[in-house]
T-cell receptor, first 111, second 112 residues
Framework: DAGVTQSPTHLIKTRGQQVTLRCSPKSGHDTVSWYQQALGQGPQFIFQYYEEEERQRGNFPDRFSGHQFPNYSSELNVNALLLGDSALYLC??????????FGQGTRLTVV | GNSVTQMEGPVTLSEEAFLTINCTYTATGYPSLFWYVQYPGEGLQLLLKATKADDKGSNKGFEATYRKETTSFHLEKGSVQVSDSAVYFCALTEDSSYKLIFGSGTRLLVRP
């Protein structure tokens, strides 16, 4: 079992650009959540996808959007990047309300 | 709103010392409580969890008891190892919610 896989592992973007991060959930999981972890902080919930729809959203602007595909994989898109968007982006998968399993994250640096 | 507060780190211990990392929470209803661990350069791993009052979660020598009367979920280990050096996050999920709410993390450094 490959667990939760995220790509890419590292990414450098320029302010104003757009970025897409990808996540493949653990086998058997149908729910994907995204978190933003700033340096030295705990992860902050961005949103969760289930059955290809956004089920719950945290306190993030509309520049953050996502998508879930029929195979349960997911993308996180961030438009009009700001320096403050630099962070580790974590994907977590789960089934129902069972425990979430996290990927290793994508380190995004905005310059 | 719901929140989690952890003791600030870093916590520096010698190998085989006793570990306590304090965690308190604010929540309506009956949250589930978790401890996650993050090793350098890695994502989060679930260490243990408790879903109702007085439950004790345990794993790899770590323990935490869900104390509703003191709204706490302190992490303990009787004898730490160098390999336990990591950042530890306390977290909760709200009733009927799917999101995890994390504390700010506590860095543990264990010296030989």
């Amino acid at each position: 079992d490959a667990g939760v896989t995220q790509s890419p592992t590292h990414l450098i973007k320029t302010r104003g650009q757009q970025v897409t991060l990808r996540c493949s959930p653990k086998s058997g999981h149908d729910t994907v959540s995204w978190y933003q972890q700033a340096l030295g902080q705990g992860p902050q919930f961005i949103f969760q996808y289930y059955e290809e729809e956004e089920r719950q959203r945290g306190n993030f602007p509309d520049r953050f959007s996502g998508h879930q595909f029929p195979n349960y994989s997911s993308e996180l898109n961030v438009n009009a990047l700001l320096l403050g968007d630099s962070a580790l982006y974590l994907c977590a998968s789960s089934s129902g309300l069972a425990e979430a399993f996290f990927g290793q994250g994508t380190r995004l640096t905005v310059v | 709103g719901n929140s989690v507060t952890q003791m600030e780190g870093p916590v520096t211990l010698s190998e085989e010392a006793f570990l306590t990392i304090n965690c308190t929470y604010t929540a309506t209803g009956y949250p589930s409580l978790f401890w996650y661990v993050q090793y350098p350069g890695e994502g989060l791993q679930l260490l243990l969890k408790a879903t109702k009052a007085d439950d004790k979660g345990s794993n790899k020598g770590f323990e935490a008891t869900y104390r509703k009367e003191t709204t706490s979920f302190h992490l303990e280990k009787g004898s730490v190892q160098v390999s336990d050096s990591a950042v530890y996050f306390c977290a909760l999920t709200e009733d009927s919610s799917y999101k995890l709410i994390f504390g700010s993390g506590t860095r543990l450094l264990v010296r030989p």
